[in-house]
Each structure stands twice: as structure tokens, then as C-alpha cells.
């Protein structure tokens, strides 16, 4: 059985800083390309940051670069996303996914967890 599970999230204060796991289990780690995905209120799934599946190459959204940094332990079958810099707009569930294709489209993407939130007060 495939399963993702994040964790991590919490409230923090702006400027702040947070990490998040993502536990895998069953065949959706290794050899898979793994992402974060984030949803904040009434706004669209969007693509923060993946990983290639050795680890070695990352890609991050725009807003988010710079401040986070996305990592994986395939030894542990965990994926991580350590935040800092955190702004109120940062706010939302954070979902980590795991694909077979390298990409940022949420559709791209097998498995999903159930996501944790991030909430930045201001």
C-alpha cells in the first residue's frame, strides 16, 4: 500500500522558520520524483519545489526561492522542505506528491499526501 505522510506544520510568527517530512511507505519513494504542492484559502493547488529522485537536482517556484529548500533521505524514505523566511502569504496546506514524471503540475503526480497546515501570523 502506498502511502504519504507529512508532518511538520504548525503556526509560526513571519520571519520564522519551519520544517516539514513527508514519510513514505510502499513503492511511491524510491525512484519516484517527489514534490511539495501547497493550497492556501480559496486559492488553486500550486507547485512549490521538487527533487529529482537522487536527490541531486531541485527546482523551486519563484516565490518561494531562496527560502526554501526541498531535500530527501532514501535511506529513511523521507522527503523534506525546510522554510524560513516566512511570510502570512506562505500560509497553507503543504502537500507533499510522488511521480514517476518531472514536473510542476499538480496532474503530474501519483501519489499525494494528506497534506499538514503552515500558518503565518503576521
Known amino acids: 500500500q502506498v502511502q504519504l505522510v507529512e508532518s511538520g506544520g504548525g503556526l509560526v510568527q513571519a520571519g520564522g522558520s519551519l520544517k516539514l517530512s513527508c514519510a513514505a511507505s510502499?513503492?511511491?519513494?524510491?525512484?519516484?520524483?517527489m514534490a511539495w504542492f501547497r493550497q492556501g484559502p480559496g486559492k488553486e493547488r500550486e507547485f512549490v519545489a521538487r527533487?529529482?529522485?537522487?536527490?541531486?537536482?531541485?527546482w523551486y517556484a519563484d516565490s518561494v526561492k531562496d527560502r526554501f529548500t526541498i531535500s530527501r533521505d532514501n535511506a529513511k524514505s523521507t522527503l523534506y522542505l525546510q522554510m524560513s523566511g516566512l511570510k502570512p502569504e506562505d500560509t497553507a496546506v503543504y502537500y507533499c506528491?510522488?511521480?514517476?514524471?518531472?514536473?510542476?503540475?499538480?496532474?503530474?503526480?501519483?501519489?499525494w499526501g494528506q497534506g499538514t497546515q503552515v500558518t503565518v501570523s503576521s
Open positions: 527533487i529529482s529522485y537522487t536527490g541531486v537536482s531541485t
Open positions: 506528491a510522488s511521480g514517476l514524471r518531472p514536473a510542476t503540475e499538480v496532474a503530474a503526480y501519483d501519489y
Open positions: 510502499g513503492r511511491a519513494f524510491v525512484g519516484y520524483r
